[in-house]
C-alpha cells in the first residue's frame, strides 16, 4: 500500500484567471502535508487538481506510476480519497449507503463484510451508529464532513485529500482526528495532503505549504 506523490510541472488556470503554474512537489510515504489556506487563494482548486478532479490542468501527477491527470474514473476512485468541506454526499442515500458506496462500486465485497467495514470505519471516527440511518440533509455540518471523511478512507485509498477538515469542529475533536489521520498515513505509509489554516493542525503537518504567487512556498514547522 506504500505510495509516493510526485507533481510536475502544474499548471491550473482558469479563463480570466491563473492559479498555479509549473508547480513540482515531491511527497514522501508516509506524509502528512497541509496547504496553508487564506481565502480565495485556490487552495481547494489545487487539491481537487491535484486529484484529478479538474479538466483546466496541466503537467502530471505521480501516485507511484499512475499520471492522475490522465487515470480513468476506475483508478482515481480506487486510489484516491477526497473528503469535501461541505455536501458531497448522495441526497438518495442514507449515511450508511454513502460510506459503503465505494466499495460497492470497486470492491468484490460480500454485504456482511462491507458491513463491517462501515461499522469498523464509523467507530473508529467516533461517528453515532444511530446517524446511519439519517439522510444527508438531517446531518449538521461537522457530522456530513466526518462522514465524508469516513467514505474517504473505506476504500483505503493511497491519497487522501482532505479540503478544509476542521470547519465548526471543537479544538479537541481536531487534535484526536488528527491523531488518527496521522497514525493512519505512518502505518499505510501513504499520503495525506489537506487545505487548513487552523494553527492545530498546522503543527501537526511534516510539512507546511503556502500558497503565494501562483506557486508554493515551504513554511517552517
Not at 449515511?95 to 469498523?120: C, R, W, Y
Request: contains cysteine; charged residues 25%; proline residues 3%.
Amino acid at each position: 500500500m506504500t505510495a509516493s506523490l510526485t507533481i510536475e510541472n502544474l499548471r491550473l488556470e482558469y479563463p480570466d484567471a491563473l492559479l498555479f503554474d509549473d508547480i513540482h512537489l515531491s511527497v514522501q510515504p508516509g506524509s502528512l502535508i497541509v496547504f496553508e489556506t487564506n481565502v480565495l487563494d485556490g487552495a481547494t482548486s489545487l487539491l481537487k487538481g491535484i486529484g484529478g478532479m479538474l479538466s483546466n490542468i496541466d503537467g502530471h501527477v505521480w501516485l507511484n506510476d499512475i499520471d492522475l491527470l490522465r487515470a480513468d474514473a476506475h483508478q482515481r476512485a480506487r486510489h484516491v480519497g477526497f473528503v469535501y468541506e461541505e455536501h458531497g454526499l448522495i441526497s438518495l442515500y442514507n449515511v450508511f449507503q454513502n460510506i459503503g458506496l465505494p466499495l460497492e462500486f470497486h470492491t468484490n465485497l460480500l454485504a456482511d463484510e462491507m458491513a463491517s467495514k462501515v461499522f469498523n470505519i464509523v467507530d473508529r471516527l467516533r461517528i453515532d451508529r444511530e446517524l446511519l440511518d439519517k439522510q444527508p440533509h438531517e446531518l449538521n455540518d461537522v457530522q456530513t464532513r466526518m462522514v465524508n471523511l469516513a467514505r474517504a478512507l473505506i476504500i483505503e485509498p493511497n491519497l487522501l485529500l482532505i479540503d478544509e477538515l476542521e470547519g465548526g469542529m471543537p479544538d479537541d475533536m481536531i487534535d484526536w482526528t488528527m491523531e488518527m489521520l496521522l497514525e493512519r498515513t505512518r502505518a499505510t505509509q501513504t499520503v495525506t495532503l489537506i487545505t487548513s489554516s487552523h494553527e492545530h493542525i498546522l503543527r501537526e503537518a511534516d510539512r507546511v505549504l503556502k500558497i503565494e504567487n501562483c506557486q508554493l512556498s515551504e513554511r517552517q514547522t
